[in-house]
């Protein structure tokens, strides 16, 4: 737990916090889409805390794919244009939501849970899609948002519920300094 709270505090700490910096020179190619979701914590501990709460949900099977689905087509949304006002607002509120979800191992219905992950999703790809135009940089970006969605639906069956609150309490923190600076 403590390295993980210090690997948090280290990324707090580093470059840029948000992924979408409206900078489109990066997003050339399969690689350079799988590695964006890696470059800003708003969208890196979004998906890890999605993966992780959704082990506890009563549909937890279906809300990582449902949460991938929806980022398609978030991202297809901004490809084609649609801007979303308060877009970095609302992405870094979803980071502090999901760490108050994870700390208060909040279960949610399974509709009210579904519309949220989709809900965020959306966010978060609409974000992307207007910086990955390109087909094979959104591919790249999907795949690592499978790896980091389920990796956090991994970590989350093995880790103690302590840890995963743990997480949660850092994963929120950081979404509220998300907040003030977007």
């Given at each position: 737990?403590?390295?993980?709270?210090?690997?948090?505090?280290?990324?707090?700490?580093?470059?840029?916090?948000?992924?979408?910096?409206?900078?489109?020179?990066?997003?050339?190619?399969?690689?350079?889409?799988?590695?964006?979701?890696?470059?800003?914590?708003?969208?890196?501990?979004?998906?890890?805390?999605?993966?992780?709460?959704?082990?506890?949900?009563?549909?937890?099977?279906?809300?990582?794919?449902?949460?991938?689905?929806?980022?398609?087509?978030?991202?297809?949304?901004?490809?084609?244009?649609?801007?979303?006002?308060?877009?970095e607002?609302?992405?870094?509120?979803?980071?502090?939501?999901?760490?108050?979800?994870?700390?208060?191992?909040?279960?949610?219905?399974?509709?009210?849970?579904?519309?949220?992950?989709?809900?965020?999703?959306?966010?978060?790809?609409?974000?992307?899609?207007?910086?990955?135009?390109?087909?094979?940089?959104?591919?790249?970006?999907?795949?690592?948002?499978?790896?980091?969605?389920y990796?956090?639906?991994?970590?989350?069956?093995?880790?103690p519920?302590?840890?995963?609150?743990?997480?949660?309490?850092?994963?929120?923190?950081?979404?509220?300094?998300?907040?003030?600076?977007?």
């Open positions: 737990m403590k390295k993980t709270l210090t690997a948090l505090t280290l990324a707090a700490a580093s470059g840029a916090a948000f992924a979408h910096t409206g900078d489109s020179a990066h997003t050339h190619g399969f690689l350079a889409g799988f590695m964006h979701p890696f470059t800003g914590l708003d969208h890196l501990l979004a998906m890890l805390a999605v993966g992780a709460w959704s082990v506890r949900q009563p549909n937890a099977q279906w809300l990582p794919a449902t949460f991938i689905g929806m980022l398609l087509i978030g991202m297809a949304s901004g490809a084609l244009g649609l801007h979303i006002p308060g877009l607002t609302g992405i870094a509120l979803t980071v502090a939501l999901m760490g108050v979800l994870l700390v208060a191992a909040t279960r949610l219905p399974a509709a009210a849970g579904t519309v949220m992950v989709s809900v965020f999703a959306i966010l978060h790809g609409n974000a992307h899609g207007q910086e990955l135009p390109q087909a094979v940089s959104a591919g790249g970006l999907l795949a690592a948002s499978l790896l980091l969605v990796g956090g639906n991994l970590l989350a069956r093995v880790s519920a302590l840890a995963v609150k743990a997480s949660g309490v850092a994963i929120a923190a950081t979404g509220v300094m998300l907040t003030a600076t977007a």
